[in-house]
């Protein structure tokens, strides 16, 4: 195997991907200095740019990185989307033809804000030369089935199976994740039925076209009700009373929220500031819950725990005002 000069071998094998930016690319190759200020090509340090007649005109397109005309080295990246503002400034000399889902799992990591390097290392564990003769399995970009039967990719736009032009694909896809956290929360599954809930969240929060017909807009309101109420009473039950504020909120300003789901919304809310202490903000919220359900036994009920907290806080604030001026 060649070298370089410091005597590294001249290979991708153990180098890194040193920087990853969202929507636009994920770059790779410095396997000398591993932070985008080294590597070495066999033709030597630098050498001169080929062509431009391949346009950056989708992802998954492979293209040099440079320092300006004529500095190819051995850093490269791959496109995350057609990035068009690049031709004629970088060389395209390749493609991915299998692990595109390994690509954007890549571009999603966690990555440090100052030099885009993930935070936790994407090495290249191996590399080397396909043979002629390579077939790309049917099945290659398949998104894998959990064990929960949920086989959709975590963005929307990223899935094959999904096109964000057919309506029926996307709320296909929502539905099928919802139910899988209806039934993961029928068993008490609570940490699962929240992931999958959040996931479809993220779907709805990801499609917004401007050509639906009345009926899907409905559909689409709807959910936007559903899910986060959803989302609510697995994160009670998980205490996880932050995400239970947030959910509940985007309920109260949902377009589609009835009197139903609004009680519902305020009652789950306010029960996350009763665990939170904060009785005042609680019982604001139970008690807008019955105007909206006045006989609901559930916010009665609280209410009157609340009440009963908040009589405990004044009564204990009370006794440690009187020791400070004792």
């Known amino acids: 195997m060649a070298k370089t000069k410091p005597?590294?071998?001249l290979s991708y094998k153990g180098s890194i991907f040193h920087r990853v930016i969202k929507d636009f690319m994920c770059q790779f190759g410095d396997f000398t200095n591993f932070n985008g200020t080294g590597g070495e090509s066999i033709y030597g340090e630098k050498f001169e740019d080929e062509n431009f007649?391949?346009?950056?005109?989708?992802?998954?397109?492979?293209?040099?990185?440079?320092?300006?005309p004529n500095t190819n080295g051995s850093q490269a990246f791959i496109t995350c989307v057609p990035t068009?503002?690049?031709?004629?400034?970088h060389v395209v000399f390749g493609e991915v033809i299998q692990g595109k889902r390994i690509v954007r799992l890549i571009e999603n990591q966690q990555?440090?804000?100052e030099n885009n390097k993930p935070l936790r290392d994407v090495k290249i564990d191996d590399c080397g030369v396909l043979p002629d003769d390579y077939q790309v399995p049917e099945n290659a970009e398949a998104t894998p089935t959990d064990e929960y039967g949920d086989n959709y990719e975590d963005v929307l736009k990223q899935d094959e199976k999904v096109d964000l032009k057919n309506f029926d694909t996307v709320?296909?896809?929502?539905?099928?994740?919802?139910?899988?956290?209806?039934?993961?929360?029928?068993?008490?599954?609570?940490s699962v039925a929240l992931e999958k809930y959040v996931k479809c969240d993220k779907f709805l929060k990801e499609y917004f076209p401007e050509d639906l017909e009345k009926e899907q807009i409905e559909k689409i309101n709807q959910l936007k009700v559903s899910i986060p109420l959803n989302i609510?009473?697995?994160?009670?039950?998980?205490?996880?009373?932050?995400?239970?504020?947030?959910?509940?909120s985007?309920?109260?300003?949902?377009?589609?929220?009835?009197?139903?789901?609004?009680?519902?919304?305020?009652?789950?809310r306010g029960l996350a500031y009763y665990h939170v202490n904060d009785?005042?903000?609680?019982?604001?919220?139970?008690?807008?819950?019955?105007?909206?359900?006045?006989n609901d036994a559930a916010i009665l009920k609280a209410i009157h725990d609340t009440k009963l907290k908040r009589k405990q806080q004044n009564e204990k604030a009370k006794k440690s005002l009187s020791k400070m001026f004792s």
């Open 7 to 9: 005597d590294v071998p």
């Open 53 to 68: 007649t391949v346009k950056h005109d989708k992802p998954f397109l492979l293209s040099m990185a440079n320092a300006g």
């Open 84 to 89: 068009p503002h690049l031709d004629g400034k």
């Open 111 to 113: 990555c440090d804000q």
């Open 171 to 190: 709320l296909k896809a929502i539905e099928t994740v919802k139910n899988i956290g209806t039934e993961q929360f029928k068993k008490q599954n609570y």
């Open 232 to 248: 609510a009473i697995c994160a009670l039950k998980l205490k996880d009373y932050k995400q239970v504020l947030v959910a509940s």
């Open 250 to 268: 985007e309920v109260l300003y949902a377009e589609a929220a009835d009197e139903k789901a609004k009680a519902k919304a305020l009652y789950r």
């Open 279 to 294: 009785t005042d903000m609680a019982l604001n919220d139970l008690e807008m819950a019955t105007t909206f359900q006045p």
